[in-house]
């Protein structure tokens, strides 16, 4: 395959992301941008990606009760519609790549801020917002839709930011969160995609993400440093952010 080395990153990607609960959406699109992959096939690829790295984790994670339902749905009965829409709409090459560029360097912005997570007690005393946390769902469900990623690296800070619950719990809930936007963003995207995307390739790149979402899961979060791994993610994805910028805002 002459992309072999996107492989090797798409392994490595899906091994530290689901270590750590994500999907590794915004990265795997950072990598394709940097080889220049047709646009029409990064969202897609991304998102089929996203599934399977986190599918087993959500899966475990309900298993283990690990997510509180009624502040989870107003998340996500709003943010799947949402990335449905940001997926249909038709943007041209070089607005993806610009709204690209800038969600990349948000994202890595939102990974590097170093928080102080909520305790047990500070859970039980915050009120939930249910219209906040449905306008929330809904903005980075579309944001996603439109750029192909799952919105857990948005998501996830942003809750942590918030004392929106425990870390266990936010990770579930940002699981999950992927999971659906992924779908609906891939079921948005089945209108308008191109007749020449490869297929094949495709494959080839969920079955290295299916190799290292699984040794990363049964590898687990306490052998990574999450501050290290996110701060690490964050100079690739915000590097991978200007790159895109630089590139196609003609600067």
């Not at 992309?3 to 590794?24: H, K, M, Q, R």
């Not at 997926?87 to 170093?114: N, T």
């Not at 948005?154 to 659906?180: E, H």
């Not at 020449?196 to 080839?204: A, E, F, Q």
Request: net charge positive; proline share 2%.
């Amino acid at each position: 395959m002459q992309y072999w080395e996107v492989l090797v990153f798409f392994l490595v990607i899906a091994f530290v992301y689901s270590s750590v609960g994500f999907g590794g959406g915004s990265s795997y699109l950072a990598i394709l941008a940097f080889y220049t992959f047709p646009f029409q096939e990064m969202k897609l690829t991304a998102l089929i990606c996203n599934i399977i790295v986190v599918t087993g984790g959500t899966i475990i994670f309900i298993r283990n009760k690990q997510l509180e339902w009624k502040k989870v749905i107003p998340l996500v009965v709003v943010s799947v519609p949402m990335a449905f829409a940001g997926a249909r709409m038709k943007l041209s090459q070089d607005m993806f790549f610009v709204i690209l560029g800038c969600s990349l360097i948000v994202a890595a912005i939102l990974l590097w801020v170093k928080y102080r997570y909520a305790t047990e007690a500070e859970v039980i005393t915050h009120k939930s917002n249910y219209i906040k946390d449905a306008l929330l769902g809904g903005a980075i469900g579309f944001l996603s839709g439109m750029v192909g990623i799952g919105g857990g690296i948005f998501l996830s800070p942003v809750l942590n930011l918030m004392k929106w619950d425990t870390p266990k719990k936010i990770a579930a809930t940002a699981s999950l969160f992927i999971l659906v936007n992924s779908i609906a963003g891939i079921a948005g995207q089945l209108s308008v995609l191109p007749g020449t995307v490869d297929y094949t390739r495709i494959g080839l790149l969920c079955a290295a993400v299916f190799i290292g979402g699984q040794l990363g899961s049964r590898t687990g979060a306490l052998k990574f440093n999450q501050l290290i791994v996110r701060r690490v993610t964050a100079v690739v994805v915000f590097a991978a952010g200007v790159e895109v910028l630089v590139k196609h805002l003609h600067l």
